[in-house]
Nanobody, 124 residues
Framework: QVQLVESGGGLAQAGGSLRLSCAASGRTFAMYRMGWFRQAPGKEREFVAAIHWSCGSTDNADSVKGRFTISRDNAKSTVYLQINSRPPEDTAVYYC?????????????????WGQGTQVTVYS
């Protein structure tokens, strides 16, 4: 089991920044990749960014390239998402997720564990 707890959400002015954190606990030694997803009101959950836990390679959705940065701190078992916000599309609940194992898995594929989500609201 892996437990994920997000933090850092809140209000952000257009063009402002927020940094989301996701702290992992439990079987963190087995983590393969961590990702961020978001779900806006009335929309399906969508992939935002992912980072390979060992090598640090990243994958970012086209909608956030150049504005969002995913990073990790292996010693703290924490993944971060730096957001340079743009309303209204960045307003959403942001979820952290983890893939477990050693076999290659797609960064935009299925994830095994999910956090509870943190709300980000961007205003003009």
């Amino acid at each position: 089991q892996v437990q994920l707890v997000e933090s850092g959400g809140g209000l952000a002015q257009a063009g402002g920044s927020l940094r989301l954190s996701c702290a992992a606990s439990g079987r963190t030694f087995a983590m393969y990749r961590m990702g961020w997803f978001r779900q806006a009101p009335g929309k399906e959950r969508e992939f935002v960014a992912a980072i390979h836990w060992s090598c640090g390679s990243t994958d970012n959705a086209d909608s956030v390239k150049g504005r969002f940065t995913i990073s990790r701190d292996n010693a703290k078992s924490t993944v971060y998402l730096q957001i340079n916000s743009r309303p209204p599309e960045d307003t959403a609940v942001y979820y952290c997720a983890a893939q477990i194992g050693t076999v290659y898995r797609l960064p935009r594929g299925a994830y095994d564990y999910w956090g509870q989500g943190t709300q980000v609201t961007v205003y003009s």
